[in-house]
């Protein structure tokens, strides 16, 4: 079974805090996103990766970076988290043109 | 800018009832997919429709595709209480050449016992 692992569950930061959301996937995967779900909001892409150290901006990149060194991890950053950044964050990876699969998320709570 | 926008936002029926579930996108597609979102959890993948096929079965999912009409429809034969969950499309749009995939707002469906 393809797994999508998100290093945390459950996260508590404070604002101005740089923070890592980490992501791995055992498949191989060329494609890997970051999205963030808010109520009402559905999923918003913040960044998609195709290749490693290739990048895309996703609808909501303001505020965050990632990186992509390694094929099977993708790295979220809030460079100084802010209150506006709580939020669940969902990893997914997939191949071109077929399904995404998704990891658990991480539920961030900045104070 | 959400690619796809589903419709209605919030559904609930009783169990045995079909549930339907529309989403509208804006520009051409690859392919559409769907996915459902049980509370608090990550996204399952449920059914994959490439933009030359018009729809799609798997068990009692049926899927719809038009393409004229950019959108598409989930259909959800004898609900269970166990499909109560929120339901997601998402788009692969013809210009990213990538497989990037743009999710919509989801829609609700309580299927009560």
């Known amino acids: 079974d393809v797994k999508v692992t998100q290093s945390s569950r459950y996260l508590v930061k404070r604002t101005g805090e740089k923070v890592f959301l980490e992501c791995v996937q055992d498949m191989d995967h060329e494609n890997m996103f970051w999205y963030r779900q808010d109520p009402g909001l559905g999923l918003r892409l913040i960044y998609f990766s195709y290749d490693v150290k290739m990048k895309e901006k996703g609808d909501i990149p303001e505020g965050y970076s990632v990186s992509r060194e390694k094929k099977e991890r993708f790295s979220l950053i809030l460079e100084s988290a802010s209150t506006n950044q709580t939020s669940m964050y969902l990893c997914a990876s997939g191949l071109q043109n077929t399904e995404a699969f998704f990891g658990q998320g991480t539920r961030l709570t900045v104070v | 800018s959400q690619q796809g926008e589903e419709d209605p936002q919030a559904l609930s029926i009783q169990e045995g009832e079909n549930a339907t579930m529309n989403c509208s996108y804006k520009?051409?597609?690859?392919?559409l997919q769907w996915y459902r979102q049980n509370s608090g959890r990550g996204l399952v993948h449920l059914i994959l429709?490439?933009?030359?096929?018009r729809e799609k079965h798997s068990g009692r999912l049926r899927v719809t595709l038009d393409t004229s009409k950019k959108s598409s429809s989930l259909l959800i034969t004898a609900s269970r209480a166990a499909d109560t969950a929120s339901y997601f499309c998402a788009t692969d749009p013809l210009t990213s050449n990538t497989g990037k995939l743009i999710f919509g707002q989801g829609t609700t469906l309580q299927v009560k016992p």
């Open positions: 429709i490439r933009s030359n096929e």
């Open positions: 520009t051409s597609i690859n392919n």
